[in-house]
């Protein structure tokens, strides 16, 4: 494959503990691995990495050969999936070397627990982290630690919001409030990694979901009839427009209060203005 290759530029040294590239896919390539991007190995996510674009890389070059219209979009998804997971890692890694500073801190007390006050910090630290999963092992660690105030206050903040909404949800939906869509929010067709391909889907999008949400065909549809103006009640009738049956409205009635929600309590349907 590289027999035709020119090398355009000396081999470099990266001494950094994490990068990324500045793209992902290109015309007839794709990058996966350490080749697309490199984390801390602390929760060992290589092999996480590696494996999961290895699989996104195989579903589209597969689309892309089936249907050609998915090479481009779909290279897009591929790249911010991956982002997604890269950063999630980098961050977590971050926040495991900030919170970890004081006595108290996850690894201090691992190191006390296992015996280390006689053996050198590479090594005791080796010891607190191996073999620790890379998911759910950041509740353990960052509970215990000490984060940066403007990381628990912004935990906090989403915390008590999730809550309100909770809590207005569990009051019941009233027909009469009117749903208002994020402002960054945006319903649009777009290629989706899902039972291992990229397929065509309804998604919504938002700031904090850049890769967007799959919708079905009945969620889209009713977030189609969210324009900040049609109150619940409203909308229900224009979903329901030419239907007589009274069981299939009350059906539908009650799939679209579970939708609207969800979308709100996710955060995509902004508020319920009364």
Not at 80 to 99: D, G, I, N, T, V
Request: proline letters at 4%.
């Amino acid at each position: 494959m590289l027999s035709d290759a020119e090398l355009t530029g000396a081999p470099r040294v990266v001494r950094d503990w994490s990068y990324t590239t500045n793209r992902m896919v290109g015309d007839g390539w794709i990058l996966l691995g350490d080749a697309a991007c490199f984390v801390d190995p602390l929760f060992s996510s290589g092999v996480h990495l590696a494996l999961m674009s290895a699989v996104m890389a195989a579903a589209y070059v597969h689309g892309a050969k089936t249907d050609p219209t998915l090479r481009v979009p779909a290279g897009q998804v591929y790249e911010q999936l991956y982002r997604k997971e890269y950063a999630h890692f980098r961050e977590l890694a971050s926040l495991f070397y900030a919170s970890n500073r004081t006595e108290e801190s996850y690894y201090w007390q691992a190191r006390r627990l296992l015996g280390d006050t006689n053996v050198g910090a590479r090594e005791s630290f080796i010891r607190a982290v191996a073999g620790q999963p890379p998911r759910g092992y950041e509740r353990s660690a960052l509970s215990h630690g000490e984060l940066p105030s403007e990381i628990s206050e912004m935990f906090a903040s989403v915390a008590s919001d999730k809550r309100l909404r909770d809590a207005t949800v569990a009051m019941g939906l009233s027909l009469n409030l009117v749903p208002r869509l994020a402002g960054e929010a945006k319903l649009e067709r777009r290629p989706i990694f899902a039972e291992g391909e990229f397929q065509w889907s309804a998604v919504l999008s938002s700031a904090t979901r850049p890769e967007g949400t799959p919708l079905s065909n009945f969620v889209a549809a009713l977030v189609n009839l969210v324009d900040g103006k049609r109150n619940i009640g409203q909308i229900l009738d224009r979903f329901t427009q030419g239907v007589e049956d009274s069981e299939q409205i009350e059906q539908a009635h009650e799939s679209m209060i579970n939708a609207i929600s969800i979308l709100y309590v996710d955060g995509a349907i902004d508020s319920l203005m009364g």
